[in-house]
């Protein structure tokens, strides 16, 4: 976090422990996302999204389909 250190004069070639917790959720989220994002393989990432929106959609109609069968109705 060499720019976090520098706003705030600290020396970043020399480590101090950080309390994250100090940070806006909104600041810590954007680090975070800062530096993961160089990492990310847009490909797997699309396939992932995907296959969980699968998966809600499934859950929700399996979830139906039990309220349904518990109100004594026909899935739907």
Known sequence: M???????????????????????????????????DPYIDRNVLARQVTREEEQCRALAAFLDGWDAAASGGAPA
């Not at 101090?16 to 989220?29: D, R």
Request: proline share 11%; charged share 30%; no cysteine.
């Open 2 to 36: 060499p720019a976090f250190a520098r706003r705030y004069g600290f020396d970043p070639r020399r480590p101090v422990q950080w309390e994250v917790e100090a940070l806006e959720p909104a600041e810590l989220q954007r680090l975070v996302l800062a530096a993961v």
